[in-house]
């Protein structure tokens, strides 16, 4: 068994049960209202910051020019399709200003927001590769179920960001990379298993959060 199966399998059931969430069948069946929607959006949209950050320090500690230019590729991609996304279901959902650049935060998303932010002060390129793999994969894993697309924009866009080839590719990379620059030494491995359950367990609570009435 590779060490990036290892990891996904010692993050179960947590993972099984977010790619398998409520939001996750509401969404592809279209019946997710937009009050849940909008929760969600704005609070997963309090993440690009730290996200792009994490990415600039895999731009930053890979130890290759390949890898650092596959990185600053999916760098530039979160920063034009999926910012586009988030603006325009934020504007059809008729979302404040307020509420998308500085909304009351809930604990989970400062929970993982801390997350992504200690795995970039790591400067470990390990670290930060585990975390980029468990928000990648996991969208991934869900968005890739075989279900038909919802009809409307603001649903259907957030599945069609997370399931296109060019996102399958990156994910793949993603474990590769992470199978190849994984370290050997036991204890350390033991850390990113630690980052990578903790991280699973957060996007569970997230979805979570958004039913929390």
């Known amino acids: 068994m ?70 600053a590729g999916q760098l530039g991609a979160f920063a034009s399709d999926e910012n586009t996304y988030f603006t325009d279901a934020f504007d059809a959902l008729r979302v404040p200003i307020a509420d998308r650049t500085s909304p009351q935060l809930e604990p989970v998303t400062e929970q993982f927001n801390a997350l992504l932010l200690k795995a970039r002060d790591s400067r470990s390129y390990p670290q930060v590769l585990t975390v980029l793999l468990v928000a990648e994969w996991l969208y991934r894993d869900w968005a890739a179920a075989d279900r038909p697309l919802p009809a409307r924009p603001e649903h259907r866009g957030w599945i069609e960001v997370h399931n296109t080839p060019d996102f399958t590719r990156w994910v793949d990379w993603l474990q590769q990379e992470l199978n190849r620059k994984a370290p050997a030494e036991a204890e350390a491995r033991a850390e990113l298993m630690r980052l990578f359950v903790e991280a699973t367990r957060l996007e569970l609570a997230f979805f979570d959060a958004v039913y929390a009435d």
């Open 2 to 71: 590779s060490f990036v199966d290892q990891l996904r399998q010692a993050a179960e059931p947590d993972w099984t049960a977010a790619v398998d969430h409520r939001f996750v069948a509401e969404l592809f069946d279209g019946r997710l209202s937009d009050a849940r929607l909008a929760r969600y959006l704005i609070q997963d949209y309090q993440f690009c910051d730290a996200f792009v950050a994490l990415l600039g320090q895999a731009v930053a500690s890979a130890p290759d020019l390949g890898s650092r230019l596959i990185h």
